[in-house]
């Protein structure tokens, strides 16, 4: 895959929202973290099944990114690694995107989407993303309008779908998935 300058830019500021912590590498720790810290701003402690699924497949995402992008075997991933990792092929086309991503987003929906109606509120949307991936409030509210692309006050499991495959495969500025995680550095 042609790691093109938008998509290295989109792809670093991906890797800012794995990189809990800050400390410049992703870690198991980050994932692990970013699962539980979701669950509990939904209310779902550690028993929950919800929560149980989110962080399996956290772990599972993390799992299959270090075996493909820790080219020292630190344990660790650098946001070179990771951008090298896509330039290897981490993600082919976008049905084999679909194909590992669907389920980690139907487990994000049965946390955030507290009324399981396949909707997420402005609110939800915030409060995922917040908790999750560290976006900020303003940044997570500008997102949210940005992919109610129907403009009908919600975001679909399909358009959020859409927005993170446009994130990854679509070289247009101006779409939606293009502000999936808020503003480009």
Do not use: C
């Amino acid at each position: 895959m042609e790691i093109t300058p938008f998509l290295d830019r989109k792809l670093a500021r991906r890797f800012k929202t794995f990189d809990s912590n800050g400390n410049g590498f992703v870690e198991r720790a980050d994932f692990v973290e970013a699962a539980a810290r979701m669950g509990e701003e939904f209310g779902h402690g550690g028993d929950s099944a919800a929560r149980r699924r989110l962080e399996e497949l956290s772990v599972a995402l993390w799992d299959h990114l270090v075996s493909v992008a820790d080219s020292n075997g630190d344990g660790r991933i650098t946001e070179e690694e990771y951008k090298a990792a896509f330039a290897a092929g981490l993600l082919e086309t976008p049905e084999s995107f679909d194909a590992s991503y669907v389920p980690f987003l139907e487990a994000i929906m049965a946390i955030a989407d507290a009324d399981h109606d396949g909707k997420l509120t402005v609110s939800e949307q915030i409060r995922w993303t917040g908790s999750l991936m560290r976006l900020p409030e303003d940044d997570a509210r500008e997102v949210f309008h940005r992919l109610d692309q129907d403009k009908d006050g919600y975001i679909t499991t399909r358009e959020m779908l859409e927005a993170i495959r446009e994130y990854y495969f679509d070289e247009r500025p101006g779409s939606a998935g293009a502000w999936l995680l808020g503003p480009l550095d």
